[in-house]
């Protein structure tokens, strides 16, 4: 009994190679049209964390830009002094999840999910700090917050100050965490 020679093992191999190889690509087609399939098909009206609330916002009165729906979480007493926390990028109101149960306790917390982020609004016309900080300036009116003391985290350090720039009648104190710089002025 003789072994096979080298070549005719390679050239037995090699279709063998390319069924595979046609079945893995196939396989992998496939379930690309089915996740495109099962995308289109999903439920976008999921459910909110819980505490989250979602309202319509215009950014500014007279804007033709949609309304903008902004997520927020709104937890303490409500005749307590406000503390509104604007996260970083990326990132959300949960980023604030350890420390706002310590500030609960003696502030009126509004934890905001800035345009483009979390449960928020995702398609928008303008990204810019000023344009965020139009968005949550409107939200403070909704709310009937008269005064706020503002942390900004990361990129919610720019739009804390673009607030204070725009409204310093209603911003009592920023607070800057590693605050990131004011992207129109770079």
């Given at each position: 009994m003789t072994a096979p020679s080298p070549t005719s093992t390679r050239s037995a191999t090699r279709p063998q190679q390319r069924v595979r190889l046609r079945a893995v690509a196939l396989a992998y087609l496939a379930l690309l049209a089915l996740s495109y399939v099962a995308w289109g098909l999903r439920d976008d009206a999921r459910a909110l964390p819980p505490g989250v609330s979602i309202v319509p916002i215009r950014a500014a009165p007279g804007d033709t830009a949609p309304e903008v729906a902004l997520?927020?979480?709104?937890?303490?007493p409500r005749d307590a002094p406000v503390l509104l926390l604007l996260h970083g990028s990326p990132g959300g109101l949960d980023d604030f999840a350890a420390l706002s149960p310590h500030w609960e306790r003696r502030r009126r917390v509004l934890a905001v999910d800035l345009p483009g982020f979390g449960d928020s609004e995702h398609d928008l016309h303008d990204y810019s700090s000023r344009f965020h900080a139009d968005v949550v300036a409107r939200l403070l009116e909704r709310l009937e917050v008269p005064t706020a003391d503002v942390l900004g985290f990361s990129m919610g350090g720019?739009?804390?100050?673009?607030?204070?720039?725009a409204n310093p009648a209603r911003v009592r104190s920023v607070t800057l965490l590693a605050a990131t710089g004011v992207q129109e002025l770079e």
């Open positions: 997520a927020y979480r709104d937890t303490g720019p739009v804390a100050l673009e607030l204070a720039s």
